[in-house]
């Protein structure tokens, strides 16, 4: 069956920028069986219940600002897939997790800059679901172990976001991409890699307790829970593996992992 995956999209700027997260993804299609549709839960769509995006075509959303006039002509304007939304719909209710559609919502950057790169042709049919960050790891892992079915209809599951998110660090000088990574981000991110390789879910359930530096790397949880959706997603005999690391400007990991 096609894995799920868990990407680190990075900036809106991992569309334009050369750095080896952008090269990594711009080869990721090729490492996968072709999926018939992509289903995406990303960080930057959070609602207070489980929510489907299905238009007929997607829109590309530019949800950000201050960023350089190319990025802003940039266009993912793939096909939707409005009746596998509510396949997923239906599916999700029977799990108990009542699910609604929105059939105007387009794609935000956490899916269209990494299908970008990785799926240039946009000609794969994309639905997003949203985020409920308040409910924590447990949920998400929930709602992808009612996705799992998917896998056999070679329907790609992706979690985007973050595998390290503190953005408040840009607020004390002009980063460079190429800055060494910091000790805490090391930390963290092989506490969490340990886990995840391991198969060690309660761990990481409590990884906010159990975790080395986890409040810092995440001050807020929506870039780290798409992890948890493309973990349950792969089912309970998951074999986690780690597709690409790399650091931007020393404290964000852009960190992919793929589960079968």
Known sequence: MIPSLYISHGSPMTALMDSPARHFLEGLGALLPRPRAILVASAHWETPS????????????????????DLYTLRYNAPGAPALAGEI???LGKAGLACRLDAERGLDHGAWVPLLLAYPEADIPVLQLSLQTERGPRHHLALGAALAPLRARDVLVIGSGSFTHDL??????????????????????????????GGDVRALVDYRRLAPHAADEHPTEEHLLPLYMALGAAGPEVVAKRLHRSVEFGFLRMDTYEFS
Not at 178 to 197: G, K, L, N, R
């Open 50 to 69: 489980p929510t489907l995006s299905a238009p007929a075509q997607n829109a590309t959303i530019h949800d950000f600002y201050g960023f350089p006039p």
């Open 89 to 91: 719909a239906d599916m």
């Open 168 to 197: 408040r660090r840009f607020r004390h000088g002009r980063a460079e991409l190429d800055a060494p990574e910091t000790q805490d981000v090391t930390e963290f991110s092989d506490w969490m890699d340990a886990a995840i390789i």
